[in-house]
């Protein structure tokens, strides 16, 4: 083990092996891997030395950073500080004002071409920018600035990958998303709101591991994360299968876990890993908790796929074989017809069923 690998610096910061092994293993399951490839991620980390990142904060909430910070396996502050050099994060970082310009300047002087950037929070383009600014720059200047120099960059959430809520109509400020404004950048994204840390953690491991990015779809999604329908993998489904729905918020459905896609679930048209991955430690995801997905990591959602309870709506032409690459939101009211076909199946299927459990009774 070298002294100045991610496990010394792990181990030195009272990580355990045991913990340190239950990490890899929760990567390689995150990026879709087969067990064995558990030692050559915990190999690979035992060796290698931490990535530089610089963190962009533009105009957001804060709500992605504030997921890393819950993040896990190990904890947080081991991720940042262990697994990744973070040089530059304005939420976290001690320096203030010029001192905090500098670092910024330095990590891009000093480590030109080889420094991750992370930017989270979407980016005005409106009137030259002007509706975000950080240190007398506009976050459309220091966005192409630092990215244009960036070995790669992630995107950190919806607003930063797509525009997000502050691309909604009537868009203000211009708010895009970074491929809109670095288009040259080598670009990752992580929609979602918030994205979920384990899926960035797992890219950076990806990289560090095997020396290049985790296979991508047509928009820069990692498939390992947004490979798969929300629906296909949800606890619910077989509820929904059973054509059993929870048809009003408190009812008995829903005090029994039934399916949420009456009450306009997006999952059936959502892709993402929540419902094998969840947040907070693997704690709960949305529809775990109770709520429909609303498809937060779709391109456009604010626009497109609310209002938040509407149920789908009924068109034809549904298959049920597709990926995120195909549906896109235009895709969505097909998607929506096959599953309401399905739902009334099911549903008429289990009225015909209880029907004939009548007749037999009588
Ligand atoms: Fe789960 Fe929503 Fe699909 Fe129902 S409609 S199975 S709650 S994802």
Known sequence: MKDDSIYASLSKRGVS???FMKFCATITATLALPEAFTPK???ALEKKQKPYVVWLNFQDCTGDTEAILRASNPSVADLLLDIISLEYHET???PSGKAADKSLQDIIKTHKGKYIAIVEGSIPTKDDGIYCVIGGHTALSI???????????FTAGSCAAWGGLGSANPNPTGASGLQDVVPGANIVNFPGCPMNP???VAAVVHFLTFGSLPALDSRNRPLFAYGKRVHDNCERRAHFDAGQFVRQWGDEGHRKGWCLYEMGCKGPEAFLNCPTVKFNDKTSW???AGHGCVACAADHNWDKVYP???RLQKVPGFGIETTADKIGLGLAAAAAAGVAGHAVASTLKKDKECSN?????K
């Open 41 to 43: 991620i915990a190999e």
């Open 92 to 94: 976290i970082m001690a």
């Open 357 to 361: 459990k009548e007749e037999s009774n």
């Open 143 to 153: 966005a192409k600035e630092v990215c244009s120099n960036a070995l790669v960059c």
């Open 17 to 19: 092996r045991r913990d």
């Open 198 to 200: 384990v899926n960035l």
């Open 286 to 288: 949305p529809v775990q």
């Open 308 to 310: 938040f309870y509407g």
